[in-house]
């Protein structure tokens, strides 16, 4: 059995298997502070008795990825390919805006999801990842960048690995770890329905985001296999209770695919579906995948849509696409060597 990533103890596991292991429980505070805020990488740099630096060897490990691959995009976007100790490819990719620095983190190796648009969904999935392993990806650009805001929107279905998210998430929103407010961090999910209402229970600290891509089910059904387990009416159902029991926006990702989600038939469904939620709409033109059916519209098609669904006051607004010089934009992280 390999051993697991310390990273991956939340501070009460922690303080116990220091207790357990007859050390002071104030040690897991500062251990804590060592991997999450100073960020270190190796035990011997951390001020504790040679013993306690023993234990923690044996029982741990303290990094869990290793970088095989760095690419910098022309607009500034960054794409890590890292891989795991059993050998699995993950991709981080970082966002430069003018006011951010957005990390877009892996919550598996490949996907099981299958959507027909998206790379990673053409590998299938390898398996998920520890939340140590989530959060290594955060920490190794923290060393190179002042990380903003984090989106779990990597390879990777994160409702299919919540117990690792809710992990990642209550580190990153830790006032002893990262210290991020939970407006900063950000789940999408492509509608695992039943796990939607799970992160409401367990109060996740993040906000929510969900891949809507298409407004009716058909078109739904052909894009994404998970429609078929879970409809439009059963996923907007979950949305609509998440949002009225947290008192938060759930954001919906919309993507611009000719001929199927972006004409004037598709703007009515999508008004339809967004209009009485007054959600915020996150729209993107289809990044280059490896389907032949799928096309991106023209600059035309793409503002006639966009004036249709604005004509209506409905929110939407049209998210550049980053780095996709270097396969790092949505859809694109299926470890492609440019
Ligand atoms: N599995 C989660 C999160 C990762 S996918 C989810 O599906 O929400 C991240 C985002 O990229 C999703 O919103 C997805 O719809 C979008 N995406 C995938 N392939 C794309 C492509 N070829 N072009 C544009 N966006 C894409
Ligand atoms: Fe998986 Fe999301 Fe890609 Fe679908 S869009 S295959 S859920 S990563």
Known sequence: MPLQDIKSLSR????KFLC??????????????????LMMQTYEGMNVPAELCRLLEQNFR??????????ESLDGTVKWLYKTADDLPVETVMIPTETRASVCVSTQSGCAMGC???RTGRMGLNRSLEAGEI???IINVCRDFKVTNVIFMGMGEPLMNLEAV???????????AFSMGKGRLTVSTSGVVPKIAELLERNTPCQLAVSLVAADNETRDALMPINKTWNLTELLKAIDNYMEKSGEWVTLEYILIKDKTCTNKAAENLIRIVKPRRCKVNAIVLNSNENPELQAPSEQEVNEFLELVRAKQVQINIR????RDIFAACGQLARAVV
């Open 320 to 323: 550049n696409p980053r780095g």
């Open 166 to 176: 809710h992990r990642a998430c209550v580190c990153l929103h830790d006032q002893k």
């Open 62 to 71: 303290i990094k869990s990825l290793r970088e095989e691959l760095k690419m």
């Open 20 to 37: 357990d292991n007859g050390h002071k429980p104030y040690r897991a505070e500062q251990i804590y502070v060592w991997l999450f805020k």
């Open 135 to 137: 959060l290594e990806q």
């Open 12 to 15: 009460e596991e922690l303080r």
């Open 116 to 118: 027909a648009f998206c």
